[in-house]
């Protein structure tokens, strides 16, 4: 698979770069994919920017503190998917856009799916709301692609082991729905989406993302950085 060429372009709708997110529930490993997608990358290469919600900005790393290490019920639903968006529009203005725009390539651990797994279907504030409360904050700015890296509840649960946050810490039916949330998402929007099951090897994983990215770079037209204004 090292042989393969990564996109030289991109379709992003925000400049000459590569815009993919990492999805999935807690426990999927999501960073060690992206780190070794950019690995990868910058070996051929192209610049390479590591980066995550909540908490890639300074202000972000405040607001991570803020939404995830209260107490239970510290933080109320709404406000929740408030912080999760305004960390989101700080990130996408100040780091990804104009990464993006020089070139580079944008690897983000969670974006604006999360918010809607999360706050949208396992809160239960509503797909569409929650959508649209981050597509506004983020100006329509969708990843080129979107890899989803899904894992059964009780997998993620064992994997990261002792739990930490307030998300973490919800109840396993909490956590379906989440991961509901992100196959419902994927089924409707399968061009710009890679659904892998997360239990199978890394290095298979990886393989599979590589094969996408190749593919995409070879349909350069298939898929828009920019959400159109019907979604
Ligand atoms: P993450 O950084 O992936 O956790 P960790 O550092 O433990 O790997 O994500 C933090 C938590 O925030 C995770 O439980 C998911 C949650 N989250 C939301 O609920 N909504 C969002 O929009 C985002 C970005 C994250």
Redesign the pocket.
């Known amino acids: 698979m090292s042989q393969q060429t990564p996109p030289e372009t991109a379709p992003s709708g925000a400049g000459r770069g590569l815009f993919v997110a990492f999805e999935g529930g807690?426990?999927a490993g999501?960073?060690t994919q992206a780190r070794l997608l950019g690995e990868w990358l910058s070996e051929q290469g192209r610049e390479v920017v590591h980066t995550?919600?909540?908490?890639g900005t300074t202000l972000g790393r405040t607001l991570?503190e803020l939404?995830?290490h209260g107490e239970d019920g510290s933080v109320s639903p709404r406000a929740?998917?408030l912080i999760?968006?305004a960390?989101?529009a700080h990130h996408v203005a100040t780091l990804v856009r104009p990464a993006l725009a020089r070139g580079a390539v944008v690897l983000t651990?969670?974006?604006?799916d999360?918010?809607v797994?999360?706050?949208g279907a396992?809160r239960e504030l509503g797909h569409e709301e929650v959508r649209d409360l981050?597509l506004w904050a983020v100006e329509r700015l969708l990843p080129d692609l979107t890899v989803l890296l899904d894992v059964p509840t009780r997998e993620g649960r064992a994997r990261?082991g002792d739990v930490?946050?307030?998300?973490?810490r919800e109840a396993d039916d909490f956590h379906d729905r989440?991961r509901r949330g992100f196959l419902d998402l994927a089924a409707r929007d399968p061009d710009r989406y890679l659904v892998l099951d997360a239990t199978r090897p890394a290095d298979e994983l990886t393989a599979a993302v590589r094969a996408r990215l190749g593919s995409l770079d070879a349909h350069p037209g298939g898929t828009s950085g920019v959400a159109g204004a019907g979604r």
Do not use: M, N
């Not at 651990?109 to 604006?112: I, P, Q």
């Not at 930490?164 to 973490?168: A, G, I, N, S």
């Open positions: 807690d426990g999501k960073s995550r919600e909540p908490g991570r939404v995830l929740e998917a999760f968006a960390d989101r651990d969670r974006y604006l999360s918010s797994a999360y706050q396992a981050s990261r930490h946050d307030r998300l973490e989440v």
